[in-house]
């Protein structure tokens, strides 16, 4: 999650830096099929922490096939609405609600079936245990 954001920041960095607006994608990909691009994105950027079974190539290959995209459309549309910052922010906006919606809701599951996320006690893994 670590790396996509400072790939954001980075390109968001670049496209205020230059002078000349950043042309629009060939082929276009509205705001809300971005919104949803971006946070399958990020989850399965969190899934692959914790499994490393998962690559990459693997989860990214995932997303573009599920919105029957390519990676040049996604960093053309992503360098795109980097340099429009207000578009580029309602995105991120809307990907944040969605990721505390769904944080809230696996909270209360968990609530409700009376699990705790507590540290684990082993030096080797630092990943949370499900008691």
Known sequence: ?????????????????N???V???????????MANIIYDL????????RDVKLTRNSTSDYVYKKYNIDSV???QNNQYYAAEIDQYK????????RIEREKKAADSLMKIKGEKV??????NNDRPQIK
């Open 1 to 17: 999650m670590k790396k996509l954001a400072s790939l954001v920041g980075a390109i968001i960095l670049l496209a205020g830096c």
């Open 42 to 49: 990020t989850v399965l950027e969190a899934m692959k922490s």
């Open 73 to 75: 459309q996604f960093v």
């Open 90 to 97: 309602k995105i991120y906006e809307k990907v944040n609600l």
């Open 118 to 123: 507590v540290p684990a006690k082993s030096a």
């Open 19 to 21: 002078n000349s607006p």
């Open 23 to 33: 042309a629009k994608p060939e082929k276009p990909i509205d705001e809300e099929t």
